[in-house]
């Protein structure tokens, strides 16, 4: 149970997009900062939020839904969208008094003057993609972004990571010190009434190198077992995917993910980049057996817990997916380390470390909170 918080009546202004994993991050952080009296205004940017999306987060009490359409970093056609972005975002923050400004996008903070303290969510970022995909110097085009980014790090009053693995990676890219590691959080589901079945599952944004699917369509051709991919094959920037032996099924819907989670003997990843990695946790909490690959971030979360391949070895993959198919019991045994070790990365646990960071930021809010309650 979450202490009663000092933040208690005040307002979050945070920004998200609707393209991938930051979206359920922000509805989650949401939610759980609600019900400790924490009202947020979530601005979104990029893409509009689908039909599904918007009902989500209708869904959470208190919750204001500012579609704005402006561009993602990642998507700008030059520094001066984002500067654009940033300057809208400060004035909602602005407008809206917020008491706290969360950019998922840290980049935005470059532009400076907002009123609230900023604390600065590194998810992900263009230059540490780069060198776990790419070889090479980073091309123009991330040149500037990569550029725009470190304006907006030495310009938060407070930096946070997903992992202890990333934190490390962003401080050493950016020459900035390390964030905070705060682990991201899923609400726990109950354990699937469906029969297992003897199929892989894998989800994510398809398209993205970074996801390695194609290592992932590699291993589907070695195996006996078919393997499920959910996620788009083609991204907001124009990047595209074919994968003839995984059978992919598009986006789904949450829930329609939670079904294909429970149903699935193991979930697999191939990814080559990934920050946190949500869809890991949901397969965790769903009682999957866990194939990924061998990276720092992963390490740190399911260490003892999954299955670790070099995310190269297409044919390993294939190995420890089609052995654990073949052994319903080895692979409900693991199943159930995934599931106890999901159970360290829940919403309430996430909120409140946020919730303590907030309130190191705001002595002045604290300070009228506790005059309130007088």
């Not at 979206?23 to 924490?38: I, P, S």
């Not at 052994?327 to 303590?356: H, I, K």
Request: with cysteine; hydrophobic share 50%.
């Amino acid at each position: 149970m979450m202490a009663a918080p000092p933040l208690a009546g005040r307002r979050l202004l945070m920004t998200t997009d609707a393209v991938g994993g930051v979206w359920t991050y922000a509805l989650d952080l949401a939610e759980g900062l609600g019900r400790a009296g924490v009202a947020t205004t979530l601005v979104v940017l990029g893409p509009s939020p689908s039909l599904v999306q918007r009902q989500a987060a209708e869904a959470i009490p208190g919750l204001e839904l500012v579609a704005t359409g402006l561009p993602l970093d990642w998507t700008a056609r030059e520094p001066a969208d984002v500067l654009e972005t940033a300057a809208a975002v400060r004035g909602l923050a602005r407008g809206r008094r917020a008491d706290v400004v969360h950019l998922n996008s840290p980049a935005l903070a470059a532009i400076g003057g907002f009123t609230a303290p900023v604390v600065g969510a590194c998810h992900s970022c263009l230059a540490t993609w780069w060198s776990a995909v790419k070889d090479g110097p980073l091309a123009d085009d991330f040149r500037w972004r990569a550029r725009l980014l470190w304006q907006g790090l030495q310009a938060c009053d407070a930096l946070i990571a997903p992992t202890r693995a990333f934190a490390l990676e962003t401080a050493r890219t950016y020459d900035v010190p390390a964030p905070h590691p705060i682990w991201n959080g899923r609400a726990l589901g109950r354990p699937g009434t469906f029969p297992r079945q003897p199929i892989a599952f894998t989800s994510g944004r398809l398209w993205d190198e970074g996801k390695n699917a194609t290592v992932a369509d590699a291993a589907a051709a070695r195996m006996t077992a078919p393997v499920h991919a959910a996620g788009p094959l083609r991204g907001p920037n124009g990047a595209d995917v074919d994968l003839p032996h995984l059978r992919t099924l598009g986006p789904l819907a949450p829930d329609e993910v939670a079904a294909w989670l429970h149903r699935s003997a193991v979930f697999v990843s191939t990814a080559l980049y990934e920050p946190f990695g949500l869809g890991v946790l949901e397969a965790a909490q769903a009682g999957c057996a866990l194939v990924l690959s061998d990276i720092p971030t992963f390490r740190e979360l399911w260490d003892e817990a999954a299955v670790f391949v070099d995310p190269s070895d297409a044919a390993g993959f294939a190995r420890a997916c089609d052995a654990f198919i073949a052994d319903p019991a080895e692979r409900a045994a693991w199943g159930r380390r995934a599931r106890v070790r999901a159970a360290r990365y829940s919403v309430e646990a996430m909120c409140e470390a946020t919730l303590e960071l907030y309130a190191r930021l705001c002595p002045r809010v604290l300070v009228a909170a506790r005059e309130a309650a007088a």
